[in-house]
């Protein structure tokens, strides 16, 4: 089971991030086959990373046992046609899509057969080994489920859906959320410097602040509510400024944009 060659057909920001991961947590690199239509970045993933690259993906796809597709999802259905037309024996591989909004049934429709697929939905942290990748099997063998684990257990942690379309939820929680959270870095480094400090400063002060909240969250095991009840004051600062967040309406604006996050997959499962 843990021999078995994955080759990652369109390594770009999630692959790489996912493959780094891997590596650096022990995985064999020798299993590991990227492929990318950008013979730059191919060459920069194999100067990086230290991996087998290939520019032509059915090479990698005849090579290969697992198949993780990490193409963006509006050019999924021309690169599964390729498979499809090819001659190579899609039916005793394994399939891992990382793709929002593409589900199985169609995956399959892409690739013309009801070939074994997983969906997993990883995020960027995959990079850091700090990732979560949310996994969903329909028809699955328990040994594609363990080593599908196996893979993405290197690169943090992994939880398994018990739906479909829990795979547009927890996009909105874990996928696109790393993109919330620099959201607020980046305007909170704005307003700093705005206050005069300066770029290297700003910078400083937002990630270091960021990265002690964060693991303060992790390390101490009380509600996140409790965490910031001690640093708010009463009558003070922090009072003052969560009291600002609170009336413009923060906290239902975030419900707000992660339900605009699910309902942007449920209608990429009807374009693509
Ligand atoms: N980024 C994220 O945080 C997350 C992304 N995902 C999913 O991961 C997938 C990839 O996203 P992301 O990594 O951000 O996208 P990227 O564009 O960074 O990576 C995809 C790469 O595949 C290349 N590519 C496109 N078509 C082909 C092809 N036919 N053959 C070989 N290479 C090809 C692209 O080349 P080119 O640059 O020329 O277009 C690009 O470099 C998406 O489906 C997305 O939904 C899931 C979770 C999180
Ligand atoms: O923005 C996107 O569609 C992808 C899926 C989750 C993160 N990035």
Redesign the pocket.
Known sequence: MTNRSIAF???????YAIISGMIKNGFDKKQIIA????PE?LAHIHKELSIETQAD?LIALAKADVIVL????Q??A??CQTFADSDIDLSNKLFIS???GITIDRLQQMLGQKVSIIRC????PSLLGKGVSGLYAQDATDDDKAFTQAIFENTGIVTWLEKESDINNIIAVT?SS?AYFFLFMEAIEKKAKALGFNDEQARQLVQQTALGAAQMVESQNIPISTLRENVTSKNGTTAAALAHFKESGLIQDVSDAMDKCINRAKEMEKEL
């Open positions: 057909i369109g390594t770009g920001n999630m692959s492929t990318n239509r950008n970045k993906n990490s193409v963006k999802p050019v999924m021309d690169l990382v793709a929002a939905m990883p995020n960027t996928g790393p």
